[in-house]
């Protein structure tokens, strides 16, 4: 293990990759429900196709960045805080159109993995910027 990551990663680490992590499964399978829908026979299979792809995406982008805080890597904050926000514009939205418990859920969700993110335990445990040193350059 490189010496400027902890022995142990906080507990709060654990959370948020383990929360991102099920954000992504969560998009992975509605990737897989538009496909089946397209195969189907959707009315509109571009905009169906398109938002698969748009799901895919992101979902890879997700399980990308929760494997980069994992390790350490400070990059995997900037897309895990940015789909923590439109999570929560989105449950905003969805209550707006009578969504109640589960847009509540989904809007507590992205609040609670974006203050995870950005606890000083898990950005000192999540601030590499190389593949093996340091985050900032060693004076002298």
Same mark, same amino acid.
């Given at each position: 293990?490189?010496?400027?990551?902890?022995?142990?990663?906080?507990?709060?680490? /654990?959370?948020? !990759?383990?929360? *991102?992590?099920?954000?992504?499964?969560?998009?992975?399978?509605?990737? &897989?429900?538009? #496909? !089946? +829908?397209? %195969?189907?026979?959707?009315?509109?299979?571009?905009?169906? #196709? &398109? /938002?698969? *792809? /748009?799901?895919? %995406? @992101?979902?890879?982008?997700?399980?990308?960045?929760? $494997?980069?805080?994992?390790?350490? $890597?400070?990059?995997?904050?900037?897309?895990?805080?940015?789909?923590? #926000?439109? #999570?929560?514009? *989105?449950?905003?939205?969805?209550?707006?159109?009578g969504g109640s418990v589960p @847009?509540l859920l989904v809007a507590a969700l992205g609040v609670?993995?974006? *203050?995870?993110?950005?606890? =000083?335990?898990?950005?000192?445990?999540? +601030?590499?910027?190389?593949?093996?040193? =340091? +985050?900032? =350059? =060693?004076?002298?």
């Amino acid at each position: 293990m490189p010496h400027d990551l902890p022995r142990t990663r906080p507990p709060a680490l /654990l959370a948020v !990759v383990a929360a *991102v992590g099920l954000e992504a499964l969560a998009l992975a399978v509605a990737a &897989g429900a538009g #496909l !089946v +829908s397209a %195969l189907r026979g959707a009315q509109d299979l571009g905009a169906t #196709l &398109g /938002l698969v *792809v /748009l799901a895919a %995406l @992101a979902a890879l982008l997700l399980a990308q960045a929760a $494997r980069g805080l994992w390790q350490g $890597r400070r990059w995997g904050r900037g897309p895990v805080l940015t789909a923590q #926000l439109l #999570l929560v514009v *989105v449950a905003w939205t969805w209550w707006g159109v009578g969504g109640s418990v589960p @847009a509540l859920l989904v809007a507590a969700l992205g609040v609670l993995v974006g *203050v995870g993110v950005l606890l =000083p335990p898990v950005v000192r445990a999540t +601030s590499r910027t190389g593949p093996d040193g =340091p +985050s900032t =350059p =060693p004076a002298g």
